[in-house]
């Protein structure tokens, strides 16, 4: 692992996988206090933990926000692995830099690819689990409106912020009045050599989940994963979230007695960015009741 100064008191750090690819994240605080690593969903980047990251910093926290392979400043697959195998295996390698092991927050790809981590072949990397908005069982109607959106302006890109927060606003119509600017979509485009904006992750990560949904194959592994995990584990999800129903909680439950569950009122899938400060809080409450 390496790191360097960054802006706003935070430090860039970055690690190298056993396949060779770098991975680049944001840390706040004490290394040697306790850790939290945070895991972001498909197609984000570490930017949708900022302010969380920054506030358990200050809080007396560890806290480093990735960059998941072929998301943000992190390098992209060139033999194109994507799964959540590989991005577990990452999260693990991560996790065992930190001083002692660490709680992975993981929002929707972030907390599937930890979940089916800890449950199997990193049983000793995580100190506890937060999963934001995902189980193993999701509504697929919600799945393949998200990967649809993602991979309706793949090839075409931008031709200006202005267009891409339009999209944005189209997708998500409840979120109108907040509107998202230039300074927050610097953050996940970029601006490729025909001078059109991109979303900054590797098209062919979502290729390849527009062809294969999750299978039946893959849901028996995470639900095989969630059954082994005995650390501590919550479950916060959004109110209107489009991806986990009441169904999908109560199997989780089911399969997990021991799992706290947390429910934001007026949130969707994006949680972090609907009720920041109310996600904060819980997630502060949950780590705040960690022995040891």
Known sequence: MTQALAEDDARIVEFHTDDGLRLRGEAYGDPAAPGV???????????????????????????????????????????????????????????????????????????????????????????????????????????????????????????????????????????????????????YLREREDGRLRWHWDPAFIKGRRSSRLTSGTLEKLNAALGAISVPIMLIRGSNSELVNDESVAEFLRIAPHAEFRDVTGAGHMIVGDRNDVFARTLEDFLGGLSG
């Open 37 to 187: 690593l945070l895991a972001h969903g498909g197609g984000q980047t570490r930017y949708a933990w900022s302010r969380v990251a920054r506030r358990l910093g200050a809080a007396g926290w560890h806290a480093l926000a990735l960059d998941l392979r072929g998301h943000g400043e992190s390098d992209w697959d060139a033999g194109e692995n994507y799964t959540l195998d590989r991005y577990g295996a990452d999260l693990v390698a991560v996790a065992r830099e930190f001083a002692a092991p660490p709680v992975l927050v993981g929002a929707s790809l972030g907390g599937n690819s930890g979940l089916l981590a800890a449950g199997s072949f990193g049983q000793e990397a995580f100190r506890a689990l937060v999963l934001v908005d995902i189980t193993p069982k999701i509504d697929a109607k919600g799945v393949d409106k998200i990967i649809d959106f993602m991979g309706k302006h793949l090839d075409r890109g931008f031709g200006s912020y202005e267009e891409a927060a339009q999209a944005i606003s189209d997708y998500l119509p409840e979120r109108r009045g907040r509107r998202s600017n230039v300074t927050s979509l610097a953050r």
